[in-house]
């Protein structure tokens, strides 16, 4: 009997145990109020442009090309971003029409390649150079871009495409991008095919936008590809595209053309956010252009959040990664590099006294034209 009673007080006492256990679990669960929000971070800059020395440089045989040492060292900014945009400024249209740089560009297909590798899972297409190799290039590139897994906009193969809204999502948050192009490097659009670009016009812009409202998104970017080239401070013309685009709804307005980088300003929005903001121009990402400013380019990141309750969406955590390209030899071998311009001076061993002293100007300049308009964002 009493062996008996012994083991029921061992049973209980296992029970027992196991009941504490699992009640300790359930204590650990996630907290509701944090479940309720979502949100998500994206990367953008400015101009990929792919000047002839810049594929010369990349080249690994006859045919082959890597681009993405290129990246190397900014490949870490892209790697916690759940989109990272850029502004895809050549064509591939294929080694058959010969490649070429500035004025009229046709890069290989490994370009395209090696943005994907390095993180790039969005890119517009609307600009300048896009109708560069004509028709054929514009499809070709989009072509490219679908078979590497890259979503774009500005450029469409069909009435059909262009006339739909490319929406994005991810973690609960659907995001309405559309994109346009002051003009087309003094090309013509083939007749009957005005789908193929999206040219800037209020008309087009404001039914888009409206079109991008009735599919229920949370917030809406717009793209401009603008400006006047080596300017710091934006036209009169870029100043009445952004105010069309923040009437009709824009919430987020990002743009380049200009080669150098242009200030950020926020805005009322009268979409869903509180305050938007514009990127008057990024700048060059990655260029050929060698001189003071169009050397130096950005990394502008930043996090929307949404509350699944309330719905209340905001934006967060806007900073800048001001970037400058290096041009010379790394380890013997000649290279385009894209650095972040704020490291120490010494990080980089390759690096001349005259590169460190461009590039710390680059940084400085940088700071002093992105804050002209305010200084509500970090620097990193």
């Given at each position: ?252 307005i990002l743009a380049s053309h200009t ?99 461009k590039m710390n100007q680059s940084f ?17």
């Amino acid at each position: 009997m009493k062996l008996y009673s012994s083991f029921l007080m061992v049973l209980s006492a296992l029970l027992f145990a196991m009941l504490n256990i699992v009640f300790q679990k359930s204590e650990e669960k996630v907290d509701p109020v944090a479940a309720e929000k979502v949100s998500l971070t994206i990367s953008a800059v400015g101009d990929l442009m792919c000047h002839s020395p810049q594929y010369e440089y990349s080249r690994v045989s006859a045919d082959s090309f890597d681009f993405t040492p290129t990246f190397s060292e900014i490949k870490k900014y892209f790697d916690s971003s759940d989109f990272v945009f850029g502004n895809l400024e050549t064509v591939t249209a294929g080694k058959e029409k010969h490649y070429s740089g500035y004025p009229y560009f046709n890069s290989p297909d490994d370009y395209i390649t090696s943005l994907k590798k390095v993180g790039f899972n969005f890119l517009f297409t609307s600009n300048n150079h896009c109708l560069d190799r004509g028709e054929i290039g514009v499809l070709r590139t989009l072509e490219s871009l679908k078979n590497n897994g890259i979503n774009s906009t500005g450029t469409f193969s069909s009435q059909q495409e262009r006339d739909s809204i490319q929406i994005i999502s991810a973690k609960g948050i659907r995001l309405a991008v559309v994109a346009y192009t002051y003009g087309l490097n003094g090309n013509f659009l083939p007749k009957g095919k005005s789908y193929l670009i999206n040219r800037i016009s209020d008309s087009l812009l404001n039914r888009d936008i409206q079109k991008a409202k009735s599919y229920n998104v949370d917030l809406i970017l717009v793209y401009f590809h603008f400006g006047e080239e080596y300017q710091r401070e934006p036209s009169w013309y870029q100043k009445n595209a952004l105010q069309t685009a923040i009437d009709a709804g824009a919430d987020i307005i990002l743009a380049s053309h200009t080669h150098l980088l242009q200030p950020v300003q926020f805005f009322k929005s009268k979409g869903k956010l509180d305050s938007g903001f514009a990127a008057y121009s990024l700048g060059n990402f990655i260029s050929n252009q060698r001189w003071r400013y169009s050397d130096a380019g950005l990394i502008l990141q930043f996090q929307i959040t949404k509350d699944l309750e309330s719905k209340v969406i905001q934006i967060k955590s806007l900073s800048f990664t001001p970037t400058w390209v290096f041009k010379g030899l790394i380890k013997g071998k000649k290279q385009f590099m894209i650095l972040p311009s704020s490291l120490p001076n010494g990080h980089y061993p390759f690096l001349s006294r005259q590169d460190v002293q461009k590039m710390n100007q680059s940084f400085e300049d940088s700071k002093q034209i992105l804050t002209k308009y305010s200084s509500r964002f970090r620097f990193n």
